[in-house]
């Protein structure tokens, strides 16, 4: 991908750019509502959140949950790791009370949908723990 390039040159900017171009490429192969599009807008996100723009990785994010979910379910693999970038951002942004909320809800889908010992469920837990001691010691 040359937007890898661009992020490894440190050219945020390029790097959306490039990535949009994908995004429009994967809307025109699979449709709107498709796991690739939500994943590739999931990827767009993570280059605002590195460039700042936190209100725009945010509004990706939940534009990219509203298609997976329509496009996988509710109760998925997919899912839960939109959720978990979700808390992510907020975490960056120092909302601790949504990010305990949405790594919560991450850590009961990846139960549920993944299983106690899959590895993404007890790093989830972890998380959410790290999450909480920092809340009781502010």
């Known amino acids: 991908w040359l937007s890898n390039i661009s992020l ?4 945020v900017r390029g790097a959306e750019q490039g990535l949009r171009q994908v995004l429009e490429i994967r809307k025109a192969v699979y449709g709107p509502v498709h796991h690739q599009v939500a ?5 767009i996100a ?4 590195q460039r700042g723009a936190f209100v725009q990785a945010e ?3 939940r534009e990219a949950l509203v298609i997976e979910k329509q496009d996988v379910g509710d109760d998925h693999q997919f899912v839960s790791e939109i959720l978990d970038q979700m808390a ?11 990010a305990e909320e949405l790594f919560r809800a991450t850590l009961l889908m990846r139960e549920k949908v993944m299983g106690p010992e899959h590895s993404l469920t007890p790093a989830t837990r972890a998380d959410l723990a790290g999450l909480l001691q920092r809340r009781a010691r502010e």
């Open 59 to 61: 509004e990706t994010l």
């Open 8 to 11: 490894a040159r440190g050219d």
């Open 46 to 49: 993570r280059v605002q959140q």
């Open 88 to 98: 992510r951002l907020s975490l960056a942004r120092g909302d601790l009370e949504k």
């Open 39 to 43: 994943h590739t807008l999931s990827t």
